[in-house]
């Protein structure tokens, strides 16, 4: 998959401004009407036209390797300059390529060529979060907690990450009890198979479960959460996929599924439904497990349960309805934020 480093960095660099400097000090473009440009000699007010090249195109090249620590298996192609909504400045768009993927950024070159500015532009007319909920496809997702609740708890989960099972054994019951039909929580698949040799597979089988009923899907995931050195230990891979599948099917029994369809199913073992919320879960910014979204707000790892219940108020009150009382301390805190990544 893409260069993890690559990504995170990338992710963390996009929400707020950042300077990458040519040949000369850092300077952000002017946020307010600018000074007349100066005239002369000196002045610097017709953009180049073309792509950089020469000793310009490997300072940049340099230079933003240099400050996003970028990996040697990425590829920088600079795009042709033209003009920006900012004075003095021409627009250049950079595309990072790796092998799995390629991807555009916008930055700011000077037209002194002395300063690359990246910037984000953010809409003021649009919600955030609910720009980032409109991008999750929720649709044939088992859910908890009341479907008509006015907040959404989605979790991108990985069945092997011991995080996740943090996480989950803090929402599932503490944080569904607490809070009751105020708030519906989904799981979405962020299987890191880089590192979690069974999870992909776990997660086929639990949507193989989901298919035909959300409390064999729910009841399987309580399980792998709350046992996953079980299934790994003392077994190489095809005894750890043996086993996901022999839980599965023990679900299915249970919940008295159609067993010669869930079998069909686990035996396919189609992925593209996991791969899919990967590549969803990449464009709204998860890079690690667990990552939550509250409404569109995002919590990243194990975070304490005090968080969790900052975030869902802080939801509800902006959906205008009351959160539950508050839990009275117990004098014992969370373990600090963790999450598993690539």
Not at 277 to 293: H, K, L, N, R, Y
Request: proline share 8%.
């Amino acid at each position: 998959m893409f260069g993890w480093s690559l990504f995170m960095m990338i992710y963390r660099a996009c929400v707020v401004l950042l300077l990458v400097c040519v040949g000369c000090s850092g300077q952000t473009p002017p946020a307010q009407a600018p000074h007349p440009a100066p005239t002369g000699p000196s002045a610097t007010t017709a953009p180049a036209p073309g792509v950089p090249s020469g000793d310009l195109a490997e300072a940049i090249d340099r230079q933003v390797r240099a400050h996003y620590s970028l990996t040697p298996d990425v590829t920088l192609v600079l795009g042709s300059l033209h003009p920006s909504d900012f004075p003095g400045y021409d627009a250049l768009s950079i595309t990072f390529s790796s092998p799995d993927k390629k991807q555009d950024y916008d930055f700011l070159l000077s037209r002194d060529r002395k300063t690359l500015i990246r910037i984000t532009k953010m809409d003021l007319t649009k919600d955030p979060y609910i720009e980032i909920m409109k991008k999750i496809d929720l649709s044939g997702r088992p859910t908890r907690g009341s479907k008509d609740a006015k907040v959404t708890v989605v979790n991108y989960d990985d069945f092997q990450c011991p995080f996740c099972s943090r996480m989950h054994s803090t929402l599932f019951p503490e944080i569904l009890k607490e809070y009751g039909d105020r708030v519906v929580f989904i799981y979405k698949d962020y299987p890191l198979d880089d590192i979690h040799p069974w999870a992909v597979h776990a997660a086929v089988d639990a949507n193989c479960l989901a298919a035909q009923s959300g409390d064999a899907y729910w009841d399987y995931a309580d399980y792998l959460h709350a046992n996953q050195h079980t299934i790994s230990n003392g077994r190489d891979r095809d005894g750890q996929f043996a086993e996901l599948d022999r839980l599965a099917m023990r679900q299915g029994q249970i919940h008295k599924l159609d067993e010669a369809k869930l079998q069909t199913c686990l035996k396919a073992q189609d992925e593209k439904a996991v791969r899919a919320s990967m590549s969803e879960g990449e464009d709204v910014g998860v890079s690690a497990t667990p990552t939550i979204f509250v409404n569109g707000q995002k919590l990243d790892g194990a975070v304490p349960v005090t968080e969790v219940r900052a975030a869902l108020d802080r939801a509800l009150k902006d959906a205008g309805v009351g959160p539950p009382a508050p839990k009275p301390a117990t004098g014992t805190s969370n373990p600090p934020a963790t999450s598993s990544s690539k």
